[in-house]
C-alpha cells in the first residue's frame, strides 16, 4: 500500500508565497516522477509540474518562473515552492507519484490552496 500525506496547505495574499510537500510511503520500489496537479472550482484538473528521479523538472506555462520543484528521494518526498502568487493559483493541489516499470498513479489527498487578492 502506496500512502501519500500533503502539507503545506494555507492561505495567502497575491504576491506571497507557500511551500508545500509531499511524502510517500508504503511499498514503494521505484518512483519514477513525483510531482503535483491542481484541480480549480468548476474546473477540471490540471498538471502544475513533475521532477524525474534524475532530478529533471518540467511546469505547466502558468507556473513556470514563479514555482519552483525539488525532491529528496531519501525521504521519498517532493516540495513545490510557490511564490508570486495570484488569484488564479487558487486550487486543491494534488500530489502525484508514478512507479514502476508501468508508471502506476498514486495520488494525495489534495491541499487546498487559496490566494487573496
Known amino acids: 500500500q502506496v500512502q501519500l500525506v500533503e502539507s503545506g496547505r494555507g492561505l495567502v495574499q497575491a504576491g506571497g508565497s507557500l511551500r508545500l510537500s509531499c511524502a510517500a510511503s508504503?511499498?514503494?520500489?521505484?518512483?519514477?516522477?513525483m510531482g503535483w496537479y491542481r484541480q480549480a472550482p468548476g474546473k477540471q484538473r490540471e498538471w502544475v509540474a513533475h521532477?524525474?528521479?534524475?532530478?529533471?523538472?518540467n511546469y505547466a506555462d502558468s507556473v513556470k518562473g514563479r514555482f519552483t520543484l525539488s525532491r529528496d528521494n531519501a525521504k521519498n518526498t517532493v516540495y513545490l515552492q510557490m511564490n508570486s502568487l495570484k488569484p488564479e493559483d487558487t486550487a486543491v493541489y494534488y500530489c502525484?507519484?508514478?512507479?514502476?516499470?508501468?508508471?502506476?498513479?498514486?495520488w494525495g489527498q489534495g491541499t487546498q490552496v487559496t490566494v487573496s487578492s
Open positions: 502525484n507519484i508514478k512507479v514502476g516499470d508501468y508508471d502506476v498513479d498514486y
Open positions: 521532477i524525474t528521479s534524475g532530478g529533471s523538472t
Open positions: 508504503g511499498s514503494i520500489f521505484s518512483i519514477n516522477t
